[in-house]
């Protein structure tokens, strides 16, 4: 059973960063989603288990970083410039990279709430 442990959520005001992180159990492709109340879950970023392929959601391109350390096997998301509408739980996935990408057939992680608000 893959576990996959998440932290850094937080509060956080307009144009601010926030840094989120996933730790795995082993080692797969990982990416970010996010659900906000009342909408469904969308890709946020994803990385191949090479690390030399990102892929970003088009509204955060520029604003989010995501990367990842194999020798301990975690994934990090650094999101700057923060607005309102990033506001949402963030869910950590692993899997192969093309069920990473769908959000399909992966394990999730518990979540973390980011809420961006003055």
């Known amino acids: 059973q893959v576990q996959l442990v998440e932290s850094g959520g937080g509060l956080v005001q307009p144009g601010g960063s926030l840094r989120l992180s996933c730790a795995a159990s082993?080692?797969?492709?990982m990416g970010w989603f996010r659900q906000a109340p009342g909408k469904e879950r969308e890709f946020v970023a994803a990385i191949s288990w090479s690390g030399v392929s990102p892929y970003y959601a088009d509204s955060v391109k520029g604003r989010f970083t995501i990367s990842r350390d194999n020798a301990k096997n975690t994934a990090s998301l650094q999101m700057n410039s923060l607005k309102p509408e990033d506001t949402a739980v963030y869910y950590c996935?692993?899997?192969?990279?093309?069920?990473?990408?769908?959000?399909?057939?992966?394990?999730w992680g518990q979540g973390t709430q980011v809420t961006v608000s003055s």
């Open positions: 996935a692993a899997g192969d990279l093309g069920p990473v990408l769908k959000g399909q057939n992966v394990y």
């Open positions: 082993g080692r797969y492709s």
